[in-house]
Structures are given as structure tokens and as C-alpha cells.
């Protein structure tokens, strides 16, 4: 019998337990306001600059949020948070147990608790970051499915049990578009265990939203097979409904345009009398109703919407008992339980020293106590921590769970197949991937592919053949079934290692990001590889950025990369996408430009992908490889000669790093030319054709402009501490370089990208790239419009060996 069913049966909730809630819901409500106002009014701040905090959003979301965490969810569930109710979820953290008094107090503050809820800066239990508004939504959704990609596989751990996943989201962020591309993907993928509870507040950060929203975000969700479960009405306004003259006022209550009610809310209960007067009066009944209640009662009672209601919030959780996709559209004040309410500028207002001191009267808090966790509530405090201790979600034991690593297979085993005399990095690409499928290893179990919709054109098709495709049903390949001859088996089954994706690349890193915390969230490892178009990584760079800021692990592979995708034209050609790679925290970027590189690089990536370290820099490289992270791999469809070498510890090393001489400088060297990727072979055309017998030209094969960076920002930062020896690597690769010689740099992308080299040494930088949009036309017509092709590079390469003839 579900719980709503046991309610209509007669069953009565037991009264203690509902003023437990009740009482720690106040509590929360008046830890996040404390903590705001002590943020910005009583802690020393010396800028004078607001610091801010959202005391109206806060507390729209408090009873909803006691609701869940003080009796509905389990410790398998997961929460997104609404970024603007971060307060009150610091403050259930501290009555938890989970959160510390200094970190309240400094929160917004240096090491303070963080202004929305962070896995990565807070110290209390956040399952999901959230702050850029929409993504908390729709990482839950993605990480759903992850829960139900490890769950059909044989290896999984039968024990762990099934979590619902959670967002907590406001209703202005439903404005955001990759809430609704997430709704279409899950509808495709089969979502389950995933709720959605909308703070229904009726404003925005601007104002009044729109009349007839709600009628609008329910259709869609119910367009994609959510059920929608509406909680509009408190307890005392149904018993209210129940009385002669209710009916009307309930109409009344449902045709009150947004703006209104939100002014009346603010006004109080005289305003609300006069209005109510003014458009129900004279019809006896209705009038009695009005007539009863005093001002403070009929602003209670016009206050009583079904968010703030936790009988009404419990009757509506606890009554879902299966699985199928469910949004809760509760309707809230803004501002509720404050002298804010209603206020259409409230999002960022807060209250004044009289007000915050009103409220605190109103709480039962006596000065001198604002922080004590049980301050006047009037309820025994043993009893409070014997409740907390009881509460299901307040589990002793860590919610965020462990995975033993799993050993990659090295690079000579994952790179045997791609070395061809000729090949791109993409094909090569795809070749080590084929390589790893046909394996019967740990690391091919874990690998998880997925791409938005072109799989195929990225080179994994190979992949997906041998490791089929994931569904929670097995689907056949009608194609194949119809015996039609196609290079691809497109075959679905729940064994399957790929997950396939529309044209979203939000949805993308999204999935990405779950899947890459399935260690943490769901006690598995799963090494997602995701590839997708590189100039589009802009589409989805909100995401990445934010599955990186959760430190989620990940392979983000890609392809084709630069103005080498020659005959696609600007829209199809990456420009940027080099300083993305490099600005980009937690994401480490390469661009190889030979097939036994990227062996190297996908070998150290999947353990990369693993660790979880200090973030204390390596005395060598002055990179904090042992702290782990992302990994993004920019590659080319371009075929580029393959050289003939062996793979040496101390090459491969040098390739991580981030660089290495093709060609090394002598004492008599003129010129470098520093390359990154597949402009390698014009790099090493236009040495010939400047060199010459003089031997005056070295080439630098930068396969991560990243980590060299990185790691000379890092010594130079350990040098200003007192570490005087302090050397990274690219300072011991151009400290061979003599300090008259100049650096031409050369890249398919944006030249800002190795020109910062000159800045090492002092050597005088000529930057070769493309700073345009690209057009149409073969890659040597536009490696030749930019300047890139042998002749630009010797052209710029022949400035200084000029003026070192002149100078001598």
C-alpha cells in the first residue's frame, strides 16, 4: 500500500515525528539566513563589496528540502542541489553532524562553506556540484543511466543497492535549453529512478515568471514520459477547500495571476483580506471563511502552498513507488517564511539588522546563540539527536564510495596496430580502440564509449563492432538480420559498451561527467571515452567545464581537428580549441602527431584517469600528474609519415611531459621550430628547406603546449618561494638553445597557443597559426592562406637567421 493510499485508509501520520521535521525545517531556515547575514554584515570585510548568498531562494526550498533529507532518501540517492539553496543544505550538513560551525561562518568566505553546493571545495556530503544553473538537472538524469549501465553488467557488485538520483532545481532554471535536450535523451535511453522536484516560486532573478508556466513545463515532461505529481495545495488550505465558501476560495486561489499573489504574499494578511474581500465578499459563505481567520491566520493560511507543507511534501514523496521518471512541481513563496516574501527584486535583497533581528525573535533564538543547533525549537535536544540519528540519510559510514583501479595494457600492446608508414592520429585512434576490444582485460570490461551521433565518423566503429552497443534490451541489427551488406553492426544489448547519443554535445560531456564519478557515486570504475567533432567542443564547453570541476574522469577524444577538415569550411573547423585544452582545470591536453605518441598518451591517460593522489607537483616535471584528472586528445584526420623508431622509457616520458627534439639544436642553431600536431610534416619541410648542409635548424615536437605550460608555470611559482634549483621541463629543453637563435611556432590552430615559448628563455617568436575563420578549400591551398605550409614557416624561420648574419 503506498503511502498515499494508507493517508485515504485513515492511517495518521505520528504527530512527533511530523514536529521533529517541522521544528528541524525551521532550524535550517534560520541557519541559512544567520549565515548570510553573517557573511555580509558582521564578518570584517574589508572591500565593502556585498558578498551575497540568496536568502529569498533559500527559503522557498527549506520545508522541501527537510522533507527529503530528514526522512525520504536513503544513502544510495543522489542530490543535485538548486545552486541557490546551497545555505540550507550547509546548514542540514551541520545538524548532521557533516558540517563545521567555522565553515558556516566563513561561508562565501576563503575556505569557507562554498556558495553552491562543490565535491571538489566542500567538506560536507555534496553528491553533485551545482552553481551553473540547469546542468545539476541534468547530470542526474545521465547519471541514472550510468547506474543502469553498471547495473546490467556481469561484474558489477550485486550488493550495492539502487539509488534514486535528484535534482532539486528552481523554476527559472528550467530555462535553460540543455534541461530539455536531456529530457529527449532520456527518453531514448529508457530513464528510471530519476526525480525531479521544481521549486515552484513563481520568479526569476528579474521578476514574475510568465502566466501559464506551469501548464507548460508539465506538458513537456509529460511529453517524455515523466509523471508529473503537482503539490500546490498545504494542509491547512485543504482542510480550508473543506469548509463552506472553500470551493471558490480555491478558484480564486488558482486563477490568481503569479504577480499577485507574490505582491500579496509580500503585503501580509491585511492586503490579503482586502483583496480577498474585494473579489469573494458578499457570497456568505466564502465571506465567513475570510471572516474567521485573523490577519495573521489568513496570510498563514494564504501561505500554506503545498511546498511548504511537509505533510503534504511527504504524502507526495513517500506515494512513488516504482521507478518511472517523476517531477514534483511544488509550488513555494520566494522569500517564504521571511519578511522578503513575495518581493519581486528579492532574489538578491536581504534583510536588514531589524528584520534578521525580528526573525530571530520570531524563532525563539537569543542573541549570543544564533549557531546552536537546537536553540528554540521547544523540543528536548536528545530527543532532536536521537531523530537525526535515526534519519536513514544520515548514514555514520562515507557516501562516497571507492573502486580498485584497473591496470592499462601499455602502449606497445594498445599501439601495435596503428603503425603504418602513413596514417592520421584518428585512424590510429581507432585502431588502438579495436586493439583494446579485442583484448580479454579489466580495462576493455571498463572502458565505456559514447559519442553524439558520430561514432563512425570519429573512428570508433571498429570499438562498437566487437563491443556492440548498450541498451537495457537487447535489439537486433536489422540490417544485418536483412542480410544488407554494412561495415557497421549496429547491435543493442545490455552487455553492451557503447552508448549512443544525439547531436548534443551538452548531453555529451553530461554523460561524460557521470560516468566518470561512477567510482564515487555508484562504487565502480568506469573509464568513459567520448569522442565528438573538435570545433564543437565549444557547444558543449558549459558541460565539460563542469564535469571537470567535479573531477570527473574521462577521455574526450577529438577529431578532426584545425583547418585540415579543409573542405567542410569555417563552421567545421577548431580554431580555439588549443587554449580551451589549455585553460581548462582538471583537463589534460595533447595533440600528437604520430600514431606511436598517442599510444603512449592513451596508455598513460586510462591510468591518469585513476589516480587520486596529492596535488603536490612532481619534483621533475612540476606537474600534479598524481592527483590525476581528465584527458583531452585533439586529433586530425590529416595522414602524416609515421617516423621509424623505437619506444624508449625516456621518449615516452618526454611525450607526456609535453615535448621533445625531432631534430636537436647544436651550438651553431639559428632557428627552432616548435610544432604541436599535424603541421609537424610542413615543420620538418621547411627545416629541410632552410637548413641545409649548415644543420642550423632544430624542430621541437610539442605534443601538449598544456603541460609544458603547466609545469613551467609551476616552477616558476615554486623559484618565487625559495626553491631556487627549481627547472621544468620545457626550460631544460630550450636551455639548449642558444640564446641568439629565434622560435618559430606552428600549430593548426590558434598561434597564442606556443607563443608564450618566447617567454621561457627570452627568445625572440615568430607564432605561426590560424586566427581567422577557416574557409573552403584542400589543406594545402589553406595551410598556405595562413602561412602555415613550408614556405610561411621557412619565411618567418629565414627573419632571424638574417639578423644573426647582420649582427655578425
Known amino acids: 500500500m503506498t503511502r498515499i493510499a494508507a493517508r485515504m485508509a485513515g492511517e495518521t501520520r505520528d504527530d512527533t515525528h511530523l514536529a521533529m521535521l517541522d521544528a528541524l525545517s525551521r532550524k535550517a531556515l534560520w541557519l541559512s539566513n544567520w549565515m548570510i547575514h553573517h557573511a555580509n554584515h558582521i564578518r570584517p570585510n574589508a572591500s565593502g563589496v556585498k558578498v551575497g548568498g540568496h536568502q529569498s531562494s533559500s527559503a522557498s526550498m527549506t520545508a522541501i528540502m527537510a522533507a527529503l533529507y530528514f526522512d525520504v532518501l536513503r544513502p544510495e540517492d543522489r542530490v543535485a542541489v538548486k545552486p541557490h539553496a546551497a545555505p540550507v543544505f550547509h546548514a542540514i550538513q551541520y545538524l548532521f553532524g557533516r558540517q563545521t560551525l567555522d565553515k558556516l561562518k566563513a561561508f562565501r568566505g576563503l575556505g569557507g562553506a562554498q556558495s553552491y553546493p562543490s565535491r571538489t571545495k566542500d567538506t560536507d556530503d555534496v553528491d553533485i556540484s551545482t552553481g551553473s544553473v540547469g546542468l545539476g538537472v541534468a547530470f542526474t538524469a545521465f547519471a541514472s543511466i550510468v547506474q543502469d549501465y553498471i547495473r546490467a553488467k556481469s561484474w558489477a557488485r550485486p550488493d550495492m543497492p539502487e539509488g534514486r538520483m535528484i535534482a532539486l532545481v528552481g523554476d527559472a532554471e528550467l530555462d535553460e535549453g540543455n534541461v530539455y535536450e536531456c529530457l529527449l535523451e532520456g527518453w531514448k535511453q529508457g530513464l528510471r529512478n530519476t526525480w525531479g522536484v521544481i521549486d515552484y516560486n513563481r520568479q526569476s532573478l528579474d521578476g514574475v515568471v510568465r502566466e501559464g508556466l506551469y501548464d507548460r513545463i508539465a506538458a513537456i515532461f509529460k511529453a517524455f514520459d515523466w509523471r508529473v505529481v503537482t503539490i500546490k495545495y498545504g494542509a491547512r488550505q485543504r482542510a480550508a477547500f473543506a469548509e463552506p465558501g472553500g470551493e471558490r476560495l480555491r478558484a480564486w486561489i488558482d486563477a490568481c495571476p503569479n504577480g499577485l499573489y507574490s505582491a500579496l504574499m509580500y503585503q501580509g494578511g491585511a492586503a490579503w483580506r482586502a483583496r480577498l474581500q474585494d473579489d469573494l465578499g458578499d457570497q456568505g459563505d466564502v465571506s465567513a471563511l475570510i471572516a474567521r481567520r485573523d490577519d495573521a491566520e489568513l496570510a498563514d493560511l494564504m501561505a500554506n502552498l503545498g511546498g511548504h507543507c511537509l505533510d503534504s511534501l511527504l504524502d507526495a514523496f513517500h ?66 539527536r536521537d531523530f537525526l540519528d535515526r534519519v536513514p540519510f544520515n548514514t555514520g559510514a562515507s557516501r562516497r564510495l571507492t573502486a580498485a583501479p584497473v591496470p592499462a595494457i601499455g602502449p606497445r600492446a594498445s599501439g601495435g596496430a596503428a603503425t603504418q608508414a602513413t596514417t592520421s592520429t584518428q585512424t590510429a585512434f581507432g585502431r588502438i580502440m579495436d586493439t583494446i576490444a579485442r583484448t580479454d582485460t ?119 581537428s584545425g583547418v585540415s577538415l579543409a573542405g567542410e569550411g569555417g563552421a567545421h573547423q577548431s580554431i580555439a580549441q588549443p587554449l580551451i585544452g589549455m585553460s581548462q582545470d582538471g583537463l589534460a591536453s595533447f595533440e600528437p602527431a604520430f600514431a606511436d605518441e598517442l599510444a603512449v598518451i592513451i596508455d598513460w591517460g586510462f591510468n591518469h ?160 597559426g590560424v586566427d581567422h575563420f577557416g574557409q573552403t578549400g584542400t589543406v594545402e591551398d589553406l595551410y598556405a592562406h595562413y602561412g602555415i605550409d613550408a614556405q610561411g614557416i621557412a619565411a618567418a624561420a629565414r627573419r632571424f637567421t638574417r639578423g644573426r648574419r647582420r649582427r655578425g
Not at 570508433?460 to 553492426?489: M, T, Y
Open 319 to 384: 506515494g512513488i513507488d516504482d521507478d518511472r521518471p517523476t517531477v514534483f512541481i511544488a509550488y513555494t513563496v520566494k522569500g517564504w517564511g521571511t519578511p522578503l516574501a513575495g518581493h519581486k527584486d528579492n532574489h538578491s535583497g536581504q534583510m536588514t539588522e531589524a528584520q534578521i533581528h525580528a526573525l530571530r525573535d520570531a524563532m525563539g533564538v537569543r542573541p549570543g546563540h544564533e549557531w546552536a543547533p537546537f536553540e528554540g525549537l521547544g523540543i528536548d535536544e536528545a530527543a532532536l
Open 442 to 560: 579489466d580495462l576493455a570490461r571498463r572502458i565505456v564509449t559514447t559519442s553524439p551521433d558520430v561514432t563512425v565518423s570519429t573512428n570508433l566503429g571498429g570499438w562498437v563492432n566487437r563491443r556492440a552497443l548498450f541498451a537495457a534490451d537487447e535489439i537486433a541489427d536489422i540490417f544485418q538480420r536483412q542480410r544488407i551488406p554494412s561495415a557497421q553492426k549496429w547491435h543493442f544489448s545490455p552487455q553492451g559498451q557503447h552508448i549512443e547519443l544525439g547531436i548534443a554535445e551538452m548531453n555529451l560531456f553530461l554523460l561524460l561527467g557521470a560516468a566518470g564519478l561512477a567510482h564515487e557515486l555508484f562504487g565502480e570504475r568506469l573509464l568513459p571515452v567520448g569522442t565528438l567533432y573538435d570545433p564543437f567542443i565549444s557547444r558543449g564547453l558549459d558541460a565539460l567545464n563542469y564535469a571537470c570541476y567535479q573531477d570527473a574522469r574521462f577521455m574526450v577524444v577529438a577529431t578532426p
Open 609 to 768: 584517469m585513476q589516480r587520486s593522489g596529492p596535488k603536490t607537483p612532481d619534483p621533475v616535471s612540476f606537474l600534479a600528474d598524481a592527483a590525476g584528472g581528465a584527458v583531452y586528445l585533439r586529433l586530425s584526420t590529416r595522414p602524416v609519415d609515421q617516423p621509424r623508431r623505437e619506444m624508449t622509457s625516456e621518449l615516452a616520458e618526454a611525450i607526456i611531459t609535453g615535448g621533445y627534439w625531432l631534430k636537436a639544436p647544436e651550438p651553431g642553431c639559428e632557428v627552432v621550430i616548435a610544432c604541436q600536431g599535424v603541421a609537424i610534416t610542413e615543420a620538418v619541410a621547411a627545416a629541410g628547406l632552410i637548413g641545409g648542409a649548415r644543420r642550423n635548424v632544430a624542430v621541437l615536437a610539442v605534443t601538449s603546449a598544456d603541460r609544458l605550460h603547466a609545469g613551467w608555470h609551476a616552477a616558476e611559482k615554486a623559484r618565487a618561494e625559495g626553491a631556487m634549483d627549481a627547472v621544468s621541463p620545457v626550460e631544460r629543453l630550450l636551455d639548449q638553445v642558444p640564446d641568439h637563435a629565434g622560435i618559430v611556432t606552428v600549430i593548426d590552430g590558434h598561434p597564442a597557443t606556443l607563443a608564450w615559448l618566447g617567454g621561457v628563455n627570452g627568445h625572440r617568436v615568430a607564432a605561426l
